[in-house]
Nanobody, 123 residues
Framework: QVQLVESGGGLVQPGESLKLSCVASELSLDYYAIGWFRQAPGKEREGVSCISSIASSDPPTYYADAVKGRFSISRDSAKNTVYLQMNSLKPEDTAVYYC?????????????WGQGTQVTVSS
């Protein structure tokens, strides 16, 4: 059974940065599109970013308008890890962040979810 594990969340002040990690067991993340989603209290889960599989002809990355220019997604094949670098964080970025096999901008269903990591941006 595929397991995705997120880490790297925490409490930061506005303007600071965090780097989230998503590690998988039982499969190589290189061959899957990996997405990041978030869910704030009282709100629906929303897509944040996605990185295409290394074999895909799709655009390599996707970002939601709310995070463009501040967040960056990448992968480290040697560590079988996908990262979400989050800079210039704002209070409205506060949410539980989830990685998933699948992309927010794709009609294909999400195949697996991680358990989530809490990000809190507050002064």
């Amino acid at each position: 059974q595929v397991q995705l594990v997120e880490s790297g969340g925490g409490l930061v002040q506005p303007g600071e940065s965090l780097k989230l990690s998503c590690v998988a067991s039982e499969l190589s993340l290189d061959y899957y599109a990996i997405g990041w989603f978030r869910q704030a209290p009282g709100k629906e889960r929303e897509g944040v970013s996605c990185i295409s599989s290394i074999a895909s002809s799709d655009p390599p990355t996707y970002y939601a308008d709310a995070v463009k220019g501040r967040f960056s997604i990448s992968r480290d094949s040697a560590k079988n890890t996908v990262y979400l670098q989050m800079n210039s964080l704002k209070p409205e970025d506060t949410a539980v962040y989830y990685c998933a096999i699948g992309c927010p901008n794709s009609p294909a269903p999400i195949r697996a979810w991680g358990q989530g990591t809490q990000v809190t941006v507050s002064s």
